[in-house]
């Protein structure tokens, strides 16, 4: 006795239709072509029908009208039996395509490992703030832990004891400092330019337009040279610094290292940190130049100063003392992006995005910590009466 | 059995290992013997490469002791442990060599840190470690300019730049061609042959496992610990746990009745 309850009749189209086969048995009867570019049929239905008749009992299939089929296929029939086993109904597979049965056996043989799978987005608000404060304080530790490590890595070298090749010291000082210029020579007369022309239209109402050379001038040395310097190289260098050592660890190169007994911190933070260091205040000190140099351009070509006026005037503006509190800064800009692009170097994770990522926390880290670090210094300056 | 009389090189006991509160084994004893051909065994993912870790010194046991020669090796200084792990030598997976070198300058660098040789001395060792692995010729190449195996095989020059007591392989043959890892195997076995040296080899190939093989333990990820260990090839006729002869055999395991 059959029964045929929906009209289900392009018969290429991916179907079935519910039949009875006795009081017991639900006949699944399946059309078309399966393909997934078609979509998979739900199961819905199939189980409304169990649930509402308690006197089915077993489920079979036929496939007379099924022209071809694929995963789409394979995906419904698991669903289904799964179902079926749910609701104590038996699921007869003889009906099926011999392949289909086969690879439905092949997919149930090994049962879900108990424990492994893990629940996705079930977390609660308040176990990511926990997860998250507690990654903050780890992470503190880390780098606390990191820059102790640094430090006496930097007192062997000062005894003579820290083991790095002197080569590796020569590119990175090369990569460090030659190779910047021409980014810095274009970011700080452009700097340079800005000052002074802020600065020009507000001077000039009061006819002071000379006062651009000591704002520029003082600008550049105390603040600007050494900031800009720093951010350019937190971004150019800081993130090569954390990509190299990330990639390091990804290729178990760092492992090579510490297993030879050779400390990574000696051997790659340090040489990069002595390289920073030494050349970030050669390269601020040639930023405050190109700088001022912008402001000039804009000093004699916009308010008709003379090039010796401009100098002169710039040359009384500016102390030794201003000079010296930039160049002091900026070596100190100079060890935090060192330490900020080697330690998210070193903490790299082992696959392709975890270098990428280090890479950027290293820029965002680096440039917060300069600007923190700035701050705090041009208090202590302040206080110290500089 | 062969080997017994001679002394224990390495010994493990109780060594549990884990990422924080997961534990990936536990409870792991076993001696290797100087000269002993150790091969470490089991499915993927089941802690070989850990355990390798673990030796070598990279990552602290959660419990447990590793001893070489009856010293404690993680209790030990910190400089103590450096200066034992100068007496290892490594092969990692990816061969690990330092990319931004070339490979005379991978297999000098070892020597240039540990020995007092001249520069030019340096030069005549590296070449002699590199004609050892067949690479005689490629000292000025970078590591990503050679092959695969060849990457391997300068690896494992480095890996007895300062001709060490132990030898570690972390997968040999992984990613070689059937040849290529013959190959590795041989010189292997000449390596032991000629330097005396205690092997310790992780890896699932099976050919390799009983071509060079004497020693082995064979890990279990679902009880998570050791199921057996000693010879491969006796293993093989005497073990009865299905998991230990399926995998030497590499037969599909035998159906569980349900």
Redo the contacts between chains.
């Keep these: 006795m059959f029964m045929d309850p929906t009209g289900r009749t392009n018969a290429s189209e991916a179907g079935f239709h519910l039949a009875r086969n006795g009081a017991g048995t639900l006949l699944v009867r399946l059309a078309g072509s399966w393909t997934i570019a078609e979509g998979i049929p739900s199961t819905a239905e199939i189980a409304r029908e169990i649930e509402s008749d308690p006197r089915i009992r077993r489920v079979i299939f036929d496939t007379e009208n099924l022209q071809s089929w694929d995963s789409s296929l394979l995906t419904f029939l698991v669903k289904l039996l799964e179902l079926c086993r749910g609701a104590d109904v038996e699921a007869v597979r003889d009906g099926l395509p011999a392949g289909a049965r086969r690879l439905i056996t092949l997919a149930t043989a090994v049962p879900e490992e108990k424990g492994a799978r893990r629940a996705a987005g079930t977390e609660t608000f308040l176990s990511r703030i926990g997860a998250g404060t507690i990654g903050i304080l780890s992470g503190g530790t880390e780098t606390l832990s990191f820059i102790g490590e640094s430090f006496l890595a930097f007192l062997r070298l000062l005894r003579g004891k820290a083991r790095f090749r002197r080569c590796d010291l020569t590119l990175l000082i090369q990569d460090c400092g030659a190779q910047a210029l021409p980014i810095v020579s274009l970011i700080s007369v452009l700097v340079g330019l800005i000052l002074a022309f802020v600065g020009a239209i507000q001077l000039r109402l009061f006819g002071a337009q000379i006062y651009v050379a000591d704002l520029v001038g003082i600008g550049m040395a105390r603040e600007m040279g050494a900031m800009m310097t720093a951010i350019i190289m937190a971004g150019r260098t800081g993130a090569a610094f954390a990509a190299q050592l990330g990639t390091m660890q990804v290729n178990e190169e760092i492992d090579a290292l510490r297993t030879l007994g050779i400390s990574p911190i000696d051997f790659l933070v340090l040489p990069r940190m002595i390289a920073l260091v030494l050349m970030l205040p050669l390269l601020c000190l040639y930023a405050n130049l190109m700088g001022i140099l912008g402001g000039a351009m804009v000093g004699v070509g916009m308010l008709d100063l003379s090039v010796v006026q401009y100098f002169n005037e710039t040359r009384d503006a500016i102390r030794l003392t201003d000079f010296m509190a930039g160049l002091f800064k900026s070596g100190v800009f100079g060890i935090l992006i060192a330490l900020s692009g080697c330690l998210r170097g070193m903490q790299c994770g082992r696959s392709s995005s975890a270098v990428g990522l280090a890479a950027t926390s290293a820029v965002v880290t680096g440039i917060v910590a300069i600007v923190v670090a700035d701050a705090v210094l041009t208090v202590i300056y302040d206080l110290l009466g500089i | 059995m062969s080997g017994l009389d001679r002394e224990v090189h390495i010994e493990v006991q109780d060594l549990t290992m884990a990422y924080g509160s997961f534990v990936i084994q536990r409870d792991l004893n076993f001696k290797v013997r100087r000269g002993d051909v150790f091969i470490i065994m089991g499915g993927s993912g089941c802690g070989k490469s850990t355990l390798l ?1 673990h030796m ?3 990552k602290e046991p959660a419990r447990g002791k590793v001893y070489y020669e009856g010293v404690d090796f993680w209790s030990v200084e910190v400089k103590e442990r ?2 034992m ?2 007496r ?1 030598g ?1 092969l ?3 061969g ?5 070198m070339t490979l005379a300058e991978n297999i000098a ?2 020597l240039e ?2 020995t007092d040789l001249s520069p030019s001395e340096v030069r005549e060792v590296v070449s002699l470690k590199l004609s050892l692995v067949g690479l005689a010729g490629f000292e000025e190449f970078y590591p990503s300019e050679i092959s695969g195996g060849m990457r391997k095989r300068a690896g494992l020059a ?1 890996a007895m730049a300062l001709d060490p007591d132990i030898l570690f392989f972390d997968e040999p043959s992984a990613g070689l061609d059937p040849i290529s890892a013959r190959r590795l195997d041989d010189l292997i076995l000449e390596l032991r042959e000629s330097l005396g040296s205690t092997i310790v080899v992780v890896t699932h190939e099976l050919a390799s496992i009983f071509a060079i093989g004497t020693n082995s333990v064979f890990l279990d990820s679902e009880t998570k610990t050791m199921i057996a260990g000693g010879d491969p090839r006796e293993l093989l006729e005497t073990s009865h746990d299905p998991k230990v002869r399926s995998f030497l055999t590499r037969d599909a395991p035998e159906e569980r009745s349900d």
Aim: aromatic share 18%; charged share 20%.
């Design positions: 870790r070598v010194g990279l450096e200066a792990m100068r290892f490594i990692y997976q990816s690990a060599l330092w990319s931004s660098l070892p840190e540990y480095r």
